[in-house]
C-alpha cells in the first residue's frame, strides 16, 4: 500500500559526509511526517529526526548541528544531510514516515541502510 525506499548508505571516513534519501510511494493522500531512526548492534532504536509537512524540523541531541533533514513534499521524498560524521554515528538508517492513505493514517518504515563511519 505505501513503500518507503531509502537510498545513499555507505562506508565513510570520520570527519566525511553522506546523504540519504527516502522516497515514499503508493496510494499516498498526503505525508504527515517524515524522520529517520538509527539502531545500532545491541542499542535500541533512536530517533535522529523528523520534518513535518509544513518544514518544522526536530532532532536528537547527538546530531543537532551535524545532521540536517529536508524534504521534497512535490515528490514525498526526505532527505537526511549528515556532516562532521563520527565512528558513534555508524549504524542501520531507517525512513520513517506517518502517511495519510486510503482514509487511514498508518506509519511505515523502510528497510533500512547501513552507514558505517571509519575511524
Known amino acids: 500500500q505505501v513503500q518507503l525506499v531509502e537510498s545513499g548508505g555507505g562506508l565513510v571516513q570520520a570527519g566525511g559526509s553522506l546523504r540519504l534519501s527516502c522516497a515514499a510511494s503508493g496510494s499516498i493522500s498526503s505525508v504527515l511526517v517524515m524522520g529517520w531512526h538509527r539502531q545500532a548492534p545491541g542499542k535500541q532504536r533512536e530517533l535522529v529526526g523528523d520534518?513535518?509537512?509544513?518544514?518544522?524540523?526536530n532532532y536528537a541531541d547527538s546530531v543537532k548541528g551535524r545532521f540536517t533533514i529536508s524534504r521534497d513534499n512535490a515528490k514525498n521524498t526526505v532527505y537526511l544531510q549528515m556532516n562532521s560524521l563520527k565512528p558513534e554515528d555508524t549504524s542501520v538508517y531507517y525512513c520513517?514516515?506517518?502517511?495519510?492513505?486510503?482514509?487511514?493514517?498508518?506509519?511505515?518504515w523502510g528497510q533500512g541502510t547501513q552507514v558505517t563511519v571509519s575511524s
Open positions: 520513517a514516515a506517518k502517511v495519510l492513505a486510503s482514509l487511514r493514517i498508518g506509519n511505515y
Open positions: 520534518i513535518s509537512s509544513g518544514g518544522s524540523t
